[in-house]
């Protein structure tokens, strides 16, 4: 099973003849993502040919994909409803509201550097049309084996029963890799800006309604209250285990770093708040990714045993 994403999404995506969009287009392709078509006013009416390795030294295939002109048009014409915005932050409102006015069911949001007031105002527009947004500053999301839009590598993991959400791109990578063995059902990289439209509660919630999902890992970072709504959500509504990791532990203090939402005041936003607060909803946090990834090994161990307990 799979959150937000499945095998049968079909994705648009907006800004698809740029550089960036033309690289991860042919990388969506070739993980088996259904992309449906591309949008650019100036360019509607032409195919894009994208040469998608074909796999086990078979040579490759060709894929070509129309290009319309609006985001209106590319649901009429092909069911879309999901759209993977990859346009330069200065267009990347104007992309957004016009795929939640079009009826897009997910906008997934791979620009960085978007002003805040920007984000702000096409997120709280997108919530009142019914449309999901992640990100934006985001990788995107993965459901292993099913889709892939954004900018995760497909190639680093296989379907499997954890349910992954986290702030990092980076670590999100590293702990797709480090748990290759067991699998993902879905991955998603929220984005680190300080508003984004998808939160960790949100995918908590999508993860504990997931009967393909066993696990949850969860990733922040230093910086904001996410991570203490996130634990208090824990407590209170999810019973499956979750293992979580906070980025910025050695982070010197009074520092900016990161993610444009990595702001710390006093205490307040510190790495160690934060693990004390998801430790005492019964969050196991580790230290490190890689201890992060023990931890998941052995909450799964635990959970084949009767004397497992939610959280424990």
Avoid: W
Avoid at 167 to 179: A, D, F, N, P, W
Avoid at 293 to 311: F, G, I, N
Wanted: proline share 5%; hydrophobic share 45%.
């Amino acid at each position: 099973m799979a959150v937000f994403l499945t095998d049968e999404s079909k994705i648009l995506v907006q800004g698809m003849t740029g550089a960036e969009g033309m690289r991860h287009t042919r990388r969506m392709l070739a993980a088996g993502t259904n992309v449906v078509g591309g949008v650019n006013p100036r360019k509607a009416g032409l195919a894009v040919e994208f040469d998608i390795p074909a796999g086990q030294g078979r040579g490759s295939v060709l894929r070509t994909v129309p290009v319309f002109g609006s985001v209106r048009e590319g649901i009429e014409a092909t069911g879309a409803d999901v759209s993977v915005v990859f346009v330069p932050p200065a267009f990347a409102r104007a992309a957004v509201l016009e795929a939640a006015d079009a009826g897009i069911a997910l906008a997934v949001v791979i620009t960085e550097g978007i002003p805040v007031h920007d984000s702000v105002a096409f997120l709280a527009h997108a919530a009142a049309r019914g449309t999901r947004v992640i990100g934006p500053n985001c990788p995107g999301l993965i459901s292993p084996g099913q889709s892939n839009a954004g900018i995760v590598p497909a190639d680093i993991t296989g379907p499997g029963s954890i349910g992954l959400v986290s702030k990092s791109g980076t670590l999100t990578y590293q702990l797709m890799h480090e748990l290759r063995d067991i699998g993902f059902s879905t991955c998603v990289g929220i984005g680190g800006d300080p508003v984004v439209g998808t939160s960790h509660n949100d995918c908590l919630a999508a993860f504990e309604k997931d009967p393909g999902t066993e696990l949850i890992v969860l990733i922040g970072e230093i910086g904001g209250d996410a991570e203490e709504r996130a634990a208090a959500y824990v407590r209170d509504h999810v019973t499956k285990p979750v293992v979580g990791y906070i980025a910025g532990f050695t982070a010197p203090e009074g520092r900016t770093m990161g993610h444009a939402g990595a702001i710390v005041s006093g205490s307040s936003g510190t790495a160690l708040a934060k693990k004390k607060a998801l430790e005492a909803a019964g969050v196991r946090v580790g230290d490190t990714p890689t201890e992060t990834a023990r931890l998941v090994l052995a909450r799964l161990a635990e959970r084949a045993t009767p004397s497992d307990v939610a959280h424990g």
